[in-house]
């Protein structure tokens, strides 16, 4: 039973590891979809400043100290005068730079404006990107990967940038025609939603915990349940030593094991003479009491630890002797038949009795073909001959049989 409780454990364990495994990767899946959502809001909202500057065609703000022409804009009419006031033109690309910057400066997320061919060197992919964009011209529709180690670490998002007839403006020079990949924008988000790690571990640990712990002491329980179940269905209720299904599996177990030993065994069967005359004087409460008496007397007698007694029935008892021939089986019924004599049996508290009892002894030494049914029916023939010759005495099958 212990090897089921250690299987059941064991599957418990299986069990809620795979299920660790999937709460793991269901909020590893939700911590990417988040962060993707989170990435394509953020870069959704600079591809809408960039169509609004390219569908305005040209927008001018005031060139300050901070604010400086784009030196990388070819166009006649990048800077032109307002009165006193001069303007610069703000292109799509220069405009995703500046707000790029601006969110950088408030909330740490970082934009970048990048192709294979670029115009300011600024621009230049870094390795991350340009691997994004080699897959952007093989058909991919977006890149997204975490950096660094833990929960804690950014997401780096990019998609591609198509060339749209506005664009040609600037960037007609370069060969782009009308919806080719222009290039990417990249989008770094230095916080993602953190999986509940340790939160999923103590819940998993609770439970593999709890179960291994129900397992066992439901386990151990059932298994006590079973050893007693198995104890009783082996055991004479009354005197408490084996009953006949007892003395089955234990005479055949003995009975291969003298067989591969080359050895011998003796079978005794005893019986309580006039047990019917002591049941039917003082009730069956005595008679149960003489039966346990009688069962006593016996194991008291048995000092080797692989003989065996056994009640098969009624007032008749089996005792096995493994190991033993003829002579040491003689030794042990006298020892029985003494200590018989020496005590007497007392019977409500009151009246005292002798009991006496018969054996009929059987010597296997063949196990070839011997069988449980002819070794009792031998040492039966041997009991009744002792029977016959007037109680408390000895008979020896094949001898005086």
């Known amino acids: 039973m212990n090897k089921y409780i250690v299987i059941g454990c064991a599957v418990w364990t299986l069990l809620t590891g795979i299920s660790f495994a999937i709460s793991y990767g269901s909020a590893s899946a939700e911590r990417e979809r988040l962060a993707l959502k989170i990435a394509q809001s953020s870069l959704q909202q600079i591809l809408v400043f960039r169509k609004w500057n390219a569908v305005h065609g040209v927008v001018y703000a005031p060139v300050t100290g901070d604010f400086k022409p784009n030196p990388y804009l070819k166009d006649p009419l990048r ?3 307002a009165g006193r006031l001069k303007l610069t033109m703000i292109n799509p690309s220069f405009m995703t730079r500046e707000a790029a910057e601006i969110a950088s400066t408030s909330n740490g997320i970082k934009f970048r404006l990048t192709s294979l061919r670029v115009i300011r060197p600024g621009n230049k992919p ?3 990107e340009k691997a994004a964009l080699v897959d952007f011209e093989k058909g991919k529709d977006h890149a997204g990967i975490f950096l660094g180690n833990g929960d804690q670490g950014a997401y780096f998002y990019m998609e591609p940038v198509r060339t749209e ?7 007609s020079f370069q060969g782009y025609k009308v919806n080719d990949i222009q290039g990417g924008i990249s989008v770094i988000l230095p916080f993602v939603p953190e999986i509940p790690l340790k939160t999923i571990l103590a819940l998993h640990a609770f439970a593999l915990t709890l179960g291994i712990c129900l397992i066992s002491i439901l386990g151990g329980k059932l298994a006590r349940a079973y050893e007693t179940i198995n104890m009783q269905a082996v055991t004479d209720a009354l005197t408490g ?3 006949r299904m007892g003395l089955v599996k234990t005479m055949q177990t003995e009975i291969n094991r003298c067989a591969r030993e080359k050895s011998n065994m003796t079978v005794i069967m005893a019986d309580i003479d006039h047990f019917k005359r002591i049941n039917d004087t003082y009730g069956h409460a005595s008679g149960d009491e003489c039966l346990k008496y009688a069962a006593q007397s016996i194991n008291e ?6 003989d065996f007694c056994a009640r098969i029935g009624g007032e008749e008892f089996i005792i096995l002797l493994p190991k033993t021939g003829l002579s040491g089986a003689m030794t042990v019924t006298e020892r029985i038949r003494k200590l018989l ?3 007497v049996f007392t019977i409500q508290e009151t009246t005292t009795e002798t009991i006496r009892m018969s054996y009929g002894i059987t010597e296997i030494h063949d196990f070839t073909t011997v069988t449980i049914e002819t070794v009792l029916m031998e040492a039966d023939e041997a009991l009744y001959a002792a029977k016959a010759r007037g109680r408390d005495t000895i008979a020896v099958y ?4």
């Open 79 to 81: 800077d032109v005068s």
């Open 126 to 128: 870094t390795t991350m």
């Open 165 to 171: 007839k506005e664009c040609l403006t600037c960037h």
């Open 241 to 243: 030593i084996p009953n």
């Open 301 to 306: 007698s048995l000092r080797r630890p692989g």
């Open 341 to 343: 004599h020496d005590r």
């Open 398 to 401: 094949g001898k005086e049989t």
